[in-house]
């Protein structure tokens, strides 16, 4: 094969050619040194940036919860030390990989096959899949002994939190639960992490920021295969949480929580002066471990706090303020009303019922507050219409929240109609009609009118890190602008309910030493049943206490049902049974140690 | 112009020489720029390697490796370069047919690395045989071209060379390697424009190859589809397709003006960066040496460019200026590929880029390339045949 030279004319094509292609080449290498160009120099700081991310990973600490303990030092909630197995198949083979998982022991529940095919199918470079939390130490032991021969296997520690009295406290304390998707901006990064458990409700949640603390940060230098290679580096130490100390004391609480078993209501003990409380129990109740539970005790929304977030009719309990309403109206307490057991309002059909059909005959006023005679409320409030019972009721702190510190309080209002008719006021006289009130707005009231200042309720005495770092919780006060001469009008009437032969809450025979003064209630509730009441303060001379005991749908009257649970309420505090026969909780509680 | 081509061909017309005196000229006429070039680019490429793969234990064999194959590679130039080119366009047809074999099957039962099925397995050494195909087809085309100067002007000269060079491109688009087969029409294209085919003409078949692409996009596999997805939006797959161009740009722009020295760069050392010694090599070089050293590289690649342009001009016949107009296409085709690429110009397309990428066949292969590029440009003078 023999070529020929190259003709002439080839040259000159080429010469044209050259250019062409050499235009190509330029064109694409400028277009390359451009680019390059923009990434090395004025794109240089971005991707340095970019790099170091790259490189670094900061990592939150894990630390606990703050505890939780009641007023004598016993830990009601606290955290307990669990672990978290997680997995990354990154750079591995699928057989490798479903080797490496098969090894670790998991049953089908755990891991299902499924699970393990999605674990396969998203291989994450960075982020680990969690495959079984909150196991205890012996479940991971292996794979912290032998790291070695758990390939991509690592094992995480974290917290879950433990409850002494669960179901006793579920109402105060709430429960915690883990960061839902759609909360991420209410729980946001870096202090909160997705799969981090937050306060739901009660104090786990009033105080949520106080207990989760703040979380310190650490850098970790590594490579893309996730491999750590120096030391962490400590960005911020941890905050740990702060401990709440109660008010509340877990006898207490567990006795109230005992007299309320099969019942739907309330009891709230309280400290008449400085609103601390005692005892806040409610019933129905649930598991805060396991809070999907919630029908504990078989009866609905045993989610709901009922002595913050009940509203009730307050019944006769309302007679304090009617009372103090027409005291200040100028109206003379010894002045007698016969009662014939009806009433009879101008212009309107039907009868209204005294509570003891026979009347109560010729009351005055502590009389018609000792025996509940609802005739002589009946007639003082024809006289004297809605208007000055409700700024009366606001004067006692109804219809405003009690600013107790716990979440989702109600303050419902004292009547659901504008401008009352003469039949509803009637009615909104003896805390009926559609006169709505809370039992811890109740109990501030008596408090009120036991020592003429309004206290805010409270549940929290103090915050601190440890017992030496307590910092008490100061809760504001407002007086009571009720004259002190109409308050012993009332707290007579009130003493006289308990001690006197004939009293509504006679017949629960409260020792009189115990010097209790108190006012029953009999409220009807929309259900067509009864709601028993029974609030009031001990001892009348000096009151220290406060006490408010609301069940709901009972066929008896509120000093039948209410009152014998006031007297073992009120006999628990008097009488402190010791430890050694008090069986169960102290022991429950001493076996839950606190955090260090 | 002409007076500079005038004289080249009255030298051509003078020389005589004798037998003896022949391997003497030839050697007297080595382009040593070019072998200079090709030396230090390969000996630039290894450090560049090492550099890229200190502190990975993983990796560091492959310097060993990448320097034995740089000696195989030196010697197989010599060889290429010693044979007269005009015998290897003889041993071309038959070196296509074998290539052509080999392509189909290795789609049939080739070994698959990163989805393309595109290695022959010979137990330690493994072949591509869409890289030699590259310098075949290259042969075979310029050889017909040569043959047929009278062709360029009609249809022949766009079927036959189109056949030539549409043959191993579809073969190689069938393990799927669109990158590959893209090169073969820049191959096509450089031997039509120097064969002298109507720019015209030439202009039309990129027009109606752009437009037969576009028409095409449906027929993708969707690993290329999503390729070209990710090329226009790498953020739309931060963690899978598009991470190799992310981790990549991040690489390069972390280089900075001057880099951060050699074996320098976390993109590199701590493995963010994929393929970091092989197809991004270039981004792991300008984190190692900045935007001077990337300019730098790029110089020298536009040089070697500058030498394989004077061999076409001052090349003895058509044979070897359209057989190194060939090979410069591909070259070029994969510098621009590759360097674009690895700073997101180009879609991903797992071309490696000349002397700096790690692996054996390649290094050999380009050495081959310039062999040949240097058996033309030797033998610009008119010889008494071997």
Known sequence: MQYRSRPLRDFEHFSRAKLLAWAVVVVCFSLLVAQLLRLTVFQHEKYLSQARENLYITKRLSYPRGNILDRDGVVLATNQKTYALTFNPYGMKDAAAREALGKLGLDETELPESRVDEILATRPRWTRHTLVSGVALERVLPMLERPNDFPGVRVETGFTREYAMPEEFAHVIGYTSAIQPNETKAYPRPRYLPDDRVGRTGLEQRYQDELAGNPGRERLKRDARGARLDDPELLASSEPGKNLYLTLDSRLQKKAMELLRGEKGTIILMEAQSGAVLAMASSPTYDPRNPAGEQTLGMPSGYMNLATRGGYAPGSTMKIVGAATMLRAGADPLRKIICDGDFHLPGWGRAFHCAVRSGHGSVTLADAIKESCNVYFYEAGSELGAEPLFAMAREFGFEEKTGIDLPGERAPKLCAVENPGPGETTNLWIGQGSMLATPIQVARAYAGIATGSLPTPHVVAAIGLSDDDRKEIVTPHRALNVSAVDRAVIVDGLWRVVNERGGTAFKAEIPRAWDVAGKTGTAENPQGSNDAWFAGFFPRANPTHVFVVHIESTDKHGGEVAGPIAKQMIDAFLHPVSDAQVAGAPMAVAALPANP | ?386
């Open chain 2, 1 to 386: 112009m002409s007076g500079a081509f005038s004289s080249v061909v009255r030298e051509r017309e003078d020389i005589r020489v004798n037998a003896s005196a022949r391997y003497f000229t030839l050697f007297r006429h080595i382009d040593f720029t070019l072998l200079f070039l090709v030396i230090t680019l390969a000996l630039a490429g290894i450090a560049t390697l090492k550099g890229a793969v200190l502190g990975i234990a993983a990796l560091e064999p492959v310097v060993t490796k990448q320097i034995a194959f740089f000696w195989i590679a030196l010697a197989v130039l010599a060889f290429t370069f010693l044979l007269d080119y005009r015998w290897l366009n003889r041993a071309a047809i038959l070196v296509y047919t074998l290539n052509i074999c080999a392509l189909i099957f290795v789609i049939v039962k080739g070994s698959s690395v990163n989805g393309a099925r595109s290695w022959i397995d010979f137990g330690p050494v493994n072949w591509q045989p869409s890289e030699t195909m590259k310098i075949a087809t290259a042969l075979v085309g310029a050889q017909w071209m040569a043959l047929h100067p009278e062709g360029a002007r009609d249809w022949r000269g766009i079927i036959i060379p189109g056949i030539i060079c549409g043959v191993p491109a579809l073969l190689v688009l069938m393990q799927p390697d669109l990158g590959t087969a893209s090169l073969f029409f820049v191959l096509c294209l450089a031997m039509m424009l120097i064969g002298g085919v109507p720019r015209r003409r030439i202009a039309i078949i990129v027009l109606a190859a752009i437009m037969g692409l576009a028409s095409a996009y449906p027929f993708l596999k969707p690993y290329q589809k999503n390729r070209l997805i990710v090329f226009v939006n790498p953020e739309a797959d931060p963690a899978g397709a598009g991470y190799n161009v992310i981790q990549s740009k991040i690489a390069v722009g972390s280089g900075g003006l001057f880099g951060q020295g050699w074996g320098g760069g976390t993109q590199s050392t701590h493995r963010f960066l994929p393929e970091h010694h092989t197809d991004f090599i270039f981004a792991s070089f300008i984190e190692q040496f900045g935007f001077v050293g990337g300019v730098a590289i790029l110089a020298a690649y536009l040089l070697l460019v500058w030498r394989m342009m004077r061999a076409i001009e001052t090349a003895r016949d058509r044979f070897g200026a359209i057989v190194v107009a060939g090979l410069a296409a591909v070259f070029v085709g994969h510098v621009v590929e590759n360097v674009g690429m690895t700073m997101g110009v180009f879609p991903v397309t797992g071309i490696p880029l000349p002397f700096l990428s790690y692996g054996g066949s390649f290094l050999i292969t380009t050495f081959v390339l310039f062999g040949i590029v240097m058996n033309v440009a030797s033998r610009r003078y008119t010889l008494a045949g071997p």
